[in-house]
C-alpha cells in the first residue's frame, strides 16, 4: 500500500513497523496541554537547548517528544511508535511512518463524530477546508463502530534528509496550531461539530 494511502486502521497506522523501541514508552505527561494559537510566536527560545539544534538529524521518536515538550504540548507515548496529545475538543498523534519512518505525520481528530445522515454535509464542509486552507489535509474516515463518521485532519511531511531542531519544532507548532483552528472552525464557521 503506498504511504499516501494509508488511513487510520490501516496496519501501518500507529508505528506498528517502526523496527525498534522508542525511549519515550513511559513517557506519560499529566494534564491538558495549552490552547495552541495561530498567531502567537513561533519557535520558542529553548529550542537551543536541545542538543545539536542547527545539526541536521533523522527525525526520531524521542526527538519529536523532546520538541513537544519544548512547545509545552503534553502527551502520552503508546510504545508503539506514536505520541498522543489531547486537547479539550480533540486528540492529534504525532508518529512516523513510511517504509524507513521517514514521514513526520500529524493526524488531528475531533472528539466529536458526525452521524451518517449528515455525511452530505459533512463532505461538502471537509471540501470547503481543503479549498481554503493550507497545510492540514481534512478528510472523513470510515465510520466507527456505532456507525459515527470520525473527521480527520492530516499533515504529512517527508524527511529522509532529516531535520534540524528548529524546523522540526516549528513543523510541530504548526501542526498543532493548525489542528485546534481547524477543530474550532468545524464548531464554529463550519456548523458542523
Known amino acids: 500500500m503506498p504511504w499516501w494511502s494509508w488511513r487510520p486502521g490501516s496496519t501501518r497506522?500507529?508505528?506498528?513497523?517502526?523496527?525498534?523501541?522508542?525511549?519515550l514508552q513511559s513517557g506519560v505527561r499529566v494534564g491538558?496541554?495549552?490552547?495552541?494559537?495561530?498567531?502567537?510566536p513561533g519557535v520558542p527560545a529553548e529550542v537551543s537547548s536541545l542538543d545539536d539544534s542547527d545539526h541536521i538529524s533523522p527525525?526520531?521518536?524521542?526527538?519529536?517528544?523532546?520538541?513537544?515538550?519544548?512547545?509545552?504540548i503534553r502527551f502520552l507515548a503508546d510504545g508503539g511508535g506514536s505520541l498522543l496529545a489531547m486537547w479539550e475538543r480533540?486528540?492529534?498523534?504525532?508518529?512516523?511512518?513510511g517504509p524507513d519512518d521517514e514521514i513526520l505525520v500529524m493526524r488531528a481528530r475531533p472528539?466529536?463524530?458526525v452521524p451518517p445522515d449528515w455525511a452530505d454535509?459533512?463532505?461538502?464542509?471537509?471540501?470547503e477546508w481543503n479549498h481554503t486552507r493550507r497545510f492540514c489535509l481534512a478528510y472523513i474516515g470510515d465510520p466507527t463502530e456505532r456507525g459515527q463518521l470520525p473527521i480527520y485532519a492530516e499533515l504529512q511531511v517527508p524527511l529522509n534528509s532529516g531535520a534540524h531542531d528548529a524546523l522540526l519544532v516549528e513543523l510541530l507548532d504548526c501542526g498543532a496550531a493548525v489542528a485546534t483552528s481547524f477543530v474550532d472552525w468545524l464548531h464554529d464557521e463550519g456548523a458542523l461539530l
Open 13 to 23: 497506522e500507529r508505528g506498528t513497523d517502526t523496527g525498534g523501541e522508542v525511549a
Open 121 to 127: 454535509r459533512a463532505y461538502r464542509v471537509v471540501n
Open 59 to 72: 527525525v526520531t521518536l524521542e526527538r519529536i517528544g523532546k520538541a513537544l515538550d519544548l512547545l509545552d
Open 90 to 97: 480533540h486528540a492529534v498523534l504525532f508518529t512516523l511512518e
Open 32 to 40: 491538558v496541554p495549552a490552547q495552541r494559537e495561530p498567531g502567537r
Open 111 to 113: 472528539h466529536s463524530t
